[in-house]
């Protein structure tokens, strides 16, 4: 299936024109032997410098496409770590195109090269565990810290069902919890337009909670014991990324629960032994979220003042990476609306809030497909449970739901 990509982009109702860089999106089985048609049909032509890890380019079935120069980076402690990625800068030989095959880690690896280099970039992606591959912003480390910046979007994504439907079941699961996630993540962006004026966009929205539908459908398969529908799978998480690129930001795709995401990559003090790959963590992160949205959806707050994030407080809980949190947190966004805008918008809160399935559902929905649901299953200490957002919400200057709370009285 070839995803109609114009459908999503040009002038919207929300004033803004909706550029997209992705051209086209193929995801079929077998596709990867027409690679060079679709590569003339975006007119990407010239030198390519072709990117794998050691895994990747031994995965079976995988068609190497063609290259004028191919690169087989050590799949071993691979990150997206800036200093990383420049490193291999140098061994790219000039080239015109980019092709990456992989997971989201590789994409990084293409994706700030083509963006410092000024070059198209392609996304031949292994697995669909995740939605960064359609996305224009680049998730890495840059001394310590989780940053997503904006950057290119491949023009070009070949998604081979051959392959990805040969993935460990843990990445599909993975890649399911992440779309999943939208449910908090779109909660969040209405909450956050609501309250604070914040710019919103229907269409934008719209295509997130189309990859949340389609995701819907292949969970209610799966649960029934049928065969996992890849090409919807990835098609959504396609979509999901392209919400990314209408907005040149995650807004859609991103909320209180993907920072749960990012306390894992960052291990503060007490998170040393969080670990698990993106989506898990996402979807341990909307478990909780959906826990505590739908427990201050049954209470009624009164606003409080706001005040700045206590710097002793973040000290205390971000020991080495507190300098970066107290930067982010500099322009705090909860400063920008009177809270008491929020209390008088609670009816249409809870209404926003009763759309997101409870915790409970949320965690036998991942755990029937074998995933992760737990903060244990993440390596997080049970024992942190009351403070895992207070935390996580700090990491991001971005107005969600779980952030708010630092304006909202619950009366004990
Ligand atoms: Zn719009
Ligand atoms: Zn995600």
Redesign the pocket.
């Known amino acids: 299936m070839i995803l109609d990509c114009e459908r999503y982009s040009g002038p919207?109702?929300?004033?803004?024109e909706?550029p997209l860089e992705t051209r086209l999106v193929v995801v079929d089985y077998g596709c990867l032997n027409n690679f060079d048609e679709y590569m003339n049909r975006c007119g990407l032509t010239g030198k390519r410098t072709v990117l794998y890890d050691t895994n990747t380019y031994n995965l079976p079935g995988m068609v190497h496409v063609r290259a004028d120069k191919e690169i087989i980076l050590e799949a071993q402690g691979l990150h997206s770590e800036k200093d990383m990625i420049e490193a291999v800068i140098p061994q790219l030989d000039n080239p015109d195109v980019i092709i990456t095959v992989g997971s989201g880690t590789l994409m990084d690896f293409a994706r700030y090269p083509a963006n410092k280099l000024g070059i198209p970039f392609v996304a031949i992606p292994t697995m669909a565990s995740s939605d960064g591959f359609t996305a224009n912003v680049c998730s890495i480390v840059i001394d310590g810290q989780k940053r997503s910046i904006p950057m290119h979007a491949p023009v070009l994504v070949v998604a081979d069902l051959n392959i990805i439907s040969s993935a460990p079941s843990h990445l599909v699961v993975s890649g399911v919890a992440d779309i999943l996630a939208k449910y908090i993540s779109l909660a969040d962006w209405k909450i956050a337009h609501l309250v604070s004026g914040e710019y919103y966009?229907?269409?934008?929205a719209a295509a997130a909670q189309e990859a949340l539908d389609l995701m819907l459908e292949c969970v209610d398969t799966m649960h029934k014991g049928g065969v996992p529908d890849f090409e919807a799978m990835t098609m959504a998480q396609m979509i999901s990324g392209l919400s990314m690129q209408?907005?040149g930001n995650s807004r859609a795709a991103s909320g209180a629960e993907h920072l749960i995401a990012h306390l894992v990559e960052m291990k503060p003090p007490r998170f040393e032994n969080a670990n698990g790959i993106h989506g898990e963590c996402v979807g341990v992160g909307a478990v909780i979220c959906a826990g505590e949205y739908h427990r201050m959806a049954a209470l009624t707050p009164k606003a409080k003042p706001y005040k700045p994030l206590d710097e002793a407080w973040v000290r205390e809980k971000f020991g080495p990476l507190a300098d970066g949190i107290l930067r982010e947190n500099e322009h705090d966004c909860l400063a920008t609306f009177d809270p008491q805008n929020i209390v008088d918008h609670w009816d249409e809160i809870r209404e926003i809030i009763a759309g997101i399935p409870t915790a409970a559902s949320f965690a036998w929905t991942l755990h029937a497909l074998g995933g992760k649901y737990r903060l244990s299953d993440i390596g997080i200490d049970e024992s942190l449970r009351d403070e895992v957002l207070d935390i996580s919400t700090a990491i991001r200057n971005r107005l969600t739901l779980a952030r708010m709370r630092r304006v909202l009285d619950f009366g004990g």
């Open positions: 919207c109702e929300c004033g803004r909706h966009c229907e269409r934008t209408l907005l």
